[in-house]
C-alpha cells in the first residue's frame, strides 16, 4: 500500500475570489467518489465474516468501487491531464504520479479480498481487519489527491482555458463512459449532490438522453433518495411525483 501523504504537503486554502464561480469538472464526480468510498469502507468495517451472503455482497461492492477507480484514474489521464499538459507542460506532475501509485493500491486491496474470499473461517477476522485499515488509508490518500487536484488542477485548467472549453472537455469525457459506468456513477452522484445540483445534472441528462436510457439513470438512483428529496428534484425536473424508494445509506 502507498503511504498516505501529511497534512503539511496539502496546499492551504485560500479566500475564494469575488467572481463568478468558473466550471468545475471535477466536484460531481469527486462527490460520489466519495460517497461511494466512504460507505465501501463502513461497510467493510461492521462486515460480518461469518455471514457468506453479506461477505460477498460486501466484497462485490468493493470489487466494483475499485473497477470504477481505475476507470477514472484512466479519464483523467486521458482527457484532463492532456489538456492541462498540453497548455501547461508539467502541470499534471504531481497527480500522474499518485495515479500511478492509486493503481499499485487498488492491485493489493483486490488481492486482499480475493484472500479474504477464500480464507479459512478462523482467518477471516483478521484479513478483514487487515482489508479495512488499508481501505482507510486508500481511502485518506483519495481524499487528499482529490483535494488537491480540485485546487491546483483547477486553477491551472481556469487559466489556460475558457469555460466553454472546459464544458466541452467535461461533455467528451461522459460521452465516452459505457453506459454501466454512466448508471454506477449516478447511483453515488446524485444522492451526493445538493438539490440545486441535482436538478441542474438530472434535467440535463433529461434534455439530452434518450427518454429509455433516462429511465435507467433515474432507476438507478431513485433507490437511494428519500421522499422529500425526490419530490423536490421531480418537481425541478417535470417527471411523475410518484412516492420514491427509501433506501437510508
Known amino acids: 500500500m502507498t503511504n498516505v501523504a501529511t497534512t503539511a504537503t496539502i496546499p492551504p486554502v485560500r479566500p475564494a475570489a469575488h467572481t463568478a464561480p468558473r466550471f468545475d469538472m471535477y466536484v460531481s464526480i469527486h462527490k460520489a467518489l ?24 460486501v466484497l462485490g461492492q468493493l470489487d466494483s468501487l475499485l473497477t470504477l477507480c ?35 493500491s487498488i492491485e493489493a486491496l483486490r488481492a486482499e479480498g480475493r484472500a479474504l474470499a477464500d480464507a479459512p473461517a478462523t482467518e477471516r477476522p483478521l484479513l478483514a481487519l487487515r482489508l479495512y485499515r488499508h481501505l482507510a488509508l486508500f481511502v485518506a490518500e483519495n481524499l487528499q489527491h482529490m483535494h488537491f487536484e480540485e485546487t491546483h488542477n483547477n486553477a491551472v485548467l481556469w487559466a489556460c482555458y475558457s469555460d466553454a472549453e472546459l464544458f466541452a472537455l467535461h461533455q ?20 451526493a449532490s445538493t438539490p440545486a445540483e441535482r436538478a441542474a445534472m438530472v434535467g440535463g441528462m433529461k434534455a439530452g438522453a434518450p427518454a429509455p436510457v433516462f429511465q435507467q439513470v433515474v432507476d438507478a438512483f431513485r433507490p437511494h433518495l428519500d421522499e422529500t428529496a425526490w419530490d423536490r428534484l421531480a418537481r425541478a425536473v417535470g417527471v411523475a411525483q410518484q412516492p420514491g424508494l427509501v433506501d437510508f445509506r
Open 172 to 191: 467528451q469525457i461522459i460521452a465516452s463512459l459505457p453506459l454501466d459506468e454512466t448508471l454506477l456513477v449516478a447511483r453515488w452522484m446524485i444522492p
Open 70 to 104: 481505475i476507470d477514472h484514474v484512466h479519464n483523467e489521464n486521458r482527457f484532463v491531464h492532456t489538456a492541462i499538459e498540453a497548455r501547461q507542460p508539467g502541470g499534471a506532475g504531481r497527480t500522474e504520479q499518485e495515479h500511478v501509485e492509486h493503481l499499485e
Open 34 to 57: 466519495r460517497h461511494f468510498m466512504t460507505d465501501t469502507l463502513h461497510r467493510v468495517g461492521r462486515l460480518d465474516v461469518e455471514d457468506a451472503a453479506e461477505t460477498g455482497q
